[in-house]
């Protein structure tokens, strides 16, 4: 029961990111954020293939096997959050570019996470494309183009009213983040220490990593390097659960997963925090 509610907040959460996103997002916008092909094309790398390897690397040097190494693999292999550019929002960042990379991961995913995962585990990489996809093309579109595009049309036809509710919205989404920190703490505390010290360690250098490969690209300015890799360190952990829990059952993939989400919940918004300090209001504003 405690797993179906904790999936069913994470999906809200998910749903509000997306929605707030939208309401910001203008048609204008929309088309500039998907028109910066350089900057796509190596988030593109970085997320479905740098970050994914670092994480396989780290795993055969740590020895971690089985379905812990399942649960981190399926964590790394499911980019593109509106959680990302909710945190880059509030670090004072590029929101454009933030979700213009989160779009194109979304629709990506779709294809790539399946066959990707399938390389990676060595497995039917045909089978698993045919029995993942649906799932997740209806995860994508219910939790993720739905609530974008209902945003930016409430801002297309309902401007002032939705510039009004927009932050309470994103300040809703916020909150959730920290719940589901709460919750897992809680609930799922002793589940997260089951696996050892091992994923703990591995998940929070391929965190870190992330936000690196992003901070490292210094043709960017500093808040599209912050921005580039809060978005890329944050993870899709609904779609990650939903293929943990409808195709690998056992309990400690499911943990690893946990295990990988509160440290990435933690890590990023500490360093989206650290940016809005650093950045001040006015800059962001004249952005």
């Known amino acids: 029961m405690i797993d179906q509610a904790l999936q069913a907040v994470i999906g809200l959460m998910i749903f509000l990111s997306l929605l707030a996103m939208g309401m ?11 028109r910066r092909v350089r900057i796509l094309a190596l988030g593109l790398v970085v997320n479905f293939v740098a ?8 795993v055969k040097i740590f020895a971690i096997e089985g379905p812990v190494a399942v649960g981190l693999l399926l964590c ?3 980019p593109g959050n509106g959680v990302g ?8 960042g590029e929101v454009g570019l933030s979700v213009g990379l989160v779009l194109v991961l979304t ?4 294809v790539l996470t399946p066959i990707l995962l399938g390389l990676w585990m060595g497995g039917n990489v045909s089978a698993a494309f045919s029995v993942t996809t649906w799932p997740m093309m209806k995860l994508i579109f219910v939790f993720q183009v739905t609530p974008l595009i209902a945003g930016m049309l409430l801002l297309r036809y309902a401007e002032s009213y939705t510039r009004k509710i927009q932050p309470w919205v994103a300040r809703t989404a916020r909150l959730l983040v920290l719940g589901i920190i709460a919750v897992i703490l809680l609930t799922k505390g002793e589940v997260v220490l089951a696996n050892g010290l091992k994923p703990i360690i591995v998940s929070l250098i391929v965190i870190l990593a992330s936000f690196l490969l992003g901070w490292g690209m210094l043709f960017l300015t500093k808040r599209e390097r912050a921005s580039f890799g809060l978005t890329s360190m944050v993870r899709n952990l609904a779609l990650a659960l939903l293929l943990g829990t409808a195709f690998f059952k056992d309990p400690s993939t499911i943990a690893a997963m946990l295990t990988y989400a509160l440290i990435m919940f933690v890590v990023a918004f500490a360093i989206a925090a650290l940016f809005r300090r650093l950045t001040p209001a006015f800059e962001h504003a004249a952005a």
Request: aromatic share 8%.
């Open 24 to 34: 910001e997002l203008t048609l204008a916008g929309f088309g500039g954020a998907l």
């Open 51 to 58: 970050i994914p390897a670092l994480m396989l690397l780290l």
């Open 76 to 78: 790394v292999l499911a």
């Open 85 to 92: 550019t909710l945190l880059v929002d509030y670090a004072r």
């Open 107 to 110: 629709f990506c995913s779709v």
